[in-house]
């Protein structure tokens, strides 16, 4: 937390370095969030990309009221969800001539980076509505709150919270019907 | 275990790190942005600046002056030049390098050049491979040095970064080169690439720094350095295999000795070892109480707290207080609420102390702290930084009485006392004995910006002097042959 406001004293300055390190510092749990939203690591990319654009732009008015890793967590979750929405008007169009399997857990990058407990895991989240993997990965992964994330989704708490139980129930169903298997 | 029962510690064990491809495309946004927002923002100082001047009739003749001038001799003066363009990439190139490996051959006076072999894995670690077959790892984060000797079989481990290992770190120097200007020294072909030269250069720097960069790639090709040592010793260094992000194991910057070398450590016995140990904490103190500070600047519109009780207040823990080095000692540190404007090498932060001893750790506004051995140099710093803002508070006394008389300043500095500025103003910190530590002269109308209008009063020259400009900057020249010469300009007005 010191060393955020650290890095973002700095940053308002237009200290190039102090960028760098706030990039270095949450690029990898940024990518993994994305990766999980999207199950693509090359657009879970774009967005870390897109993300980090935006914010260099704010380089002088930024003003850090909570923690940066929530506020990074939660623009990344912003454009993931805006990215999935286009994704899914475009597959919507092109239904009949899309490879929807172009990157997914069983994908080689995929593949070669988890372990098959964590591929299973991967697998598994794909299957759950957007809606529903957002708020568990949001909470599990990057510990959000639920009230922030119902704010950010503009839902009720209670909406937040029934998602999150489903994705649970859903997805120890679904691991447990793979580990049976 | 089965997977399903504990899914929330299975998500946060999902890691994916960033490809090499984002890294590059973010740093060059990065980069490319911060180029632009400087360029921005240069450019709004400037119309501040000249929404200031135009307020006052006198500084309107001033810039009437520069504006003139600058016609005339054609001078593009707001603008960036082409050099500075293309050597900016070649400097990105340097700035994002993840590794760097290079040869440099080092000659000094009347010896025989010495190859030396670098390697450089960012941010910390280097690793110097010497003709006599040592090898020097050096980690700038730990502050540690390990010298490995095949010959003897012996390691040597030191505590603290080797500072004769900055010579072979060209690529560090560089970036930590200051205010620097460039200029194209023209085309050479370097093993059968032809090169683009950039001329470094500083005011009062008599060194010479050339880089020759492929123009195709932006990156350097070779690195030509003639320098001197801190005993005035001419050092040339040509660095010359620049390999930009190669792969570099890991294993080659271990600090551990290997099997079967002898170690010594050269910090000696335990209680240096110990003393060290309290010099580092104390300094890891100053450095929470600086960042401390600096939030709370940053909540305060930038302003710094009036007493580290403020701090106090907004839970820094007491402790942190005290020195580690002085326990006895109820308020540790000193601490000197840093004026505005704030430059980085402002002293805020210094450790309380009776005698001086070795040294003392000395904070500064940016946040780093430093070790400082010389109490003359550390006294001489506070004598110099209340000098200049006390030269500071004379000329804005002087600019202020002449918007009030027609444009006119005062004929002595005793005519600003005491309605404008306090006596005390006029007593310079490091020679108080003087009746007038300050040379003013009236300057001349129509007035020059840069027209010298005040200086320290001296015997010798010693290090140099601060000197006070009629625009109201205050600049600390070394060179007195750059001095007079600035005192016997002629006033550029037509």
């Known amino acids: 937390m010191l060393e955020d406001k650290l890095l973002i004293w700095k940053f308002n300055r237009g200290n190039r370095n102090a960028l760098r390190g706030i990039y270095e510092k949450h690029k990898d749990n940024l990518v993994t969030l994305a990766a999980a939203l999207l199950n693509d690591v090359s657009s879970a990319e774009d967005v870390v990309h897109d993300v980090f654009v935006s914010f260099i732009e704010s380089s002088r008015k930024f003003r850090l009221t909570g923690s940066l890793k929530g506020y990074l967590a939660t623009c990344v979750a912003n454009k993931s969800r805006n990215k999935n929405k286009a994704k899914q008007i475009h597959q919507s169009i092109t239904l009949d001539e899309a490879n929807p399997a172009s990157a997914n857990s069983n994908s080689p990058e995929f593949r070669a980076i988890f372990s098959e407990e964590l591929r299973q895991l991967s697998w598994a989240l794909q299957q759950l509505p957007y809606e529903q993997r957002e708020v568990l990965i949001l909470h599990s992964y990057s510990g959000m709150r639920f009230k922030t994330i119902a704010q950010q989704q503009s839902v009720s708490i209670n909406t937040v919270q029934g998602r999150y139980r489903y994705a649970l129930d859903k997805l120890r169903s679904m691991l447990d019907g793979e580990a049976r298997k | ?351 309380a102390h009776d005698s001086w001893g070795d040294g003392i750790n000395v904070g500064f506004v940016d946040g780093h702290v430093e070790f400082i051995e010389k109490e003359s140099m550390f006294r001489n710093q506070l004598k110099d930084e209340r000098t200049a803002k006390n030269m500071l508070k004379i000329l804005l006394a002087c600019i202020v009485y002449a918007q009030d008389n027609k444009g006119q300043w005062p004929d002595s500095l005793q005519e600003l006392i005491p309605r404008r500025l306090a006596r005390d103003t006029l007593i310079h910190p490091r020679r108080p004995e003087r009746e007038n530590g300050y040379i003013y002269i009236k300057p001349s109308t129509p007035i020059s910006p840069q027209q010298v209008v005040l200086y320290e009063a001296h015997d010798s020259w010693g290090d140099g002097i601060n000197v006070g400009y009629a625009d109201g900057h205050v600049q600390f020249i070394k060179e007195e042959s750059n001095f007079k010469n600035d005192l016997q300009k002629p006033i550029e007005v037509r």
């Open chain 2, 1 to 351: 275990m089965r997977p399903a029962d504990n899914i929330n510690e299975l998500i946060k064990k999902l890691k994916l790190k960033a490809s090499a491809d984002l890294d590059k495309r973010v740093h060059d946004d990065i980069y490319a942005a911060l180029a632009k927002s400087q360029k921005t923002e240069s450019a709004r100082t400037e119309l501040n600046i000249w929404r200031t001047i135009m307020k006052s009739r006198i500084t309107k003749l001033a810039a009437a002056a520069v504006i003139i001038i600058t016609v005339f001799f054609g001078i593009n003066y707001f603008g960036g030049s082409m050099e500075n363009v293309a050597f900016a990439k070649v400097m990105q190139n340097i700035q994002n390098a993840r590794t760097l490996t290079y040869r440099n051959v080092i000659t000094r006076a009347s010896q025989d050049p010495q190859v030396v072999d670098t390697m450089v894995l960012e941010p910390h670690l280097m690793r110097v491979e010497l003709p006599d077959g040592r090898v020097w790892i050096l980690d700038h984060g730990e502050g540690k040095t390990l010298i490995l000797d095949s010959t003897n079989k012996q390691t040597i481990i030191s505590s603290t970064p080797q500072k004769a290992l900055n010579l072979y770190d060209t690529f560090r120097n560089f970036r930590n080169i200051p205010d620097f200007s460039v200029s194209n020294i023209g085309r050479r072909t370097i093993d059968g690439v032809q090169a683009v030269g950039f001329q470094l250069t500083r005011e009062n720097d008599d060194n010479v720094r050339i880089v020759w960069a492929n123009p195709r790639t932006s990156l350097p090709i070779r690195i030509e350095q003639t320098v001197k040592d801190e005993n005035g010793q001419v050092i040339k260094t040509v660095t010359t295999n620049i390999i930009f992000d190669a792969d570099l194991d890991q294993s080659l910057f271990r600090l551990d000795p290997p099997k079967g070398y002898t170690q010594r450590f050269v910090d000696g016995p335990n209680e240096r070892t110990v003393k060290l140990e309290k010099r580092v904490q104390s300094a890891s103190n100053m450095k929470q109480i600086l960042l401390r500070c600096i939030m709370y600047a940053s909540d305060n519109n930038g302003r710094w707290p009036d007493s580290l009780q403020d701090l106090i207040q907004r839970r820094l823990p007491s402790d942190i207080l005290i020195n580690p080095r002085q326990p006895e000692r109820e308020n540790g540190y000193i601490y000197i609420k840093p004026s505005i404007p704030i430059s980085p090498q402002q002293v805020v932060l210094y450790e």
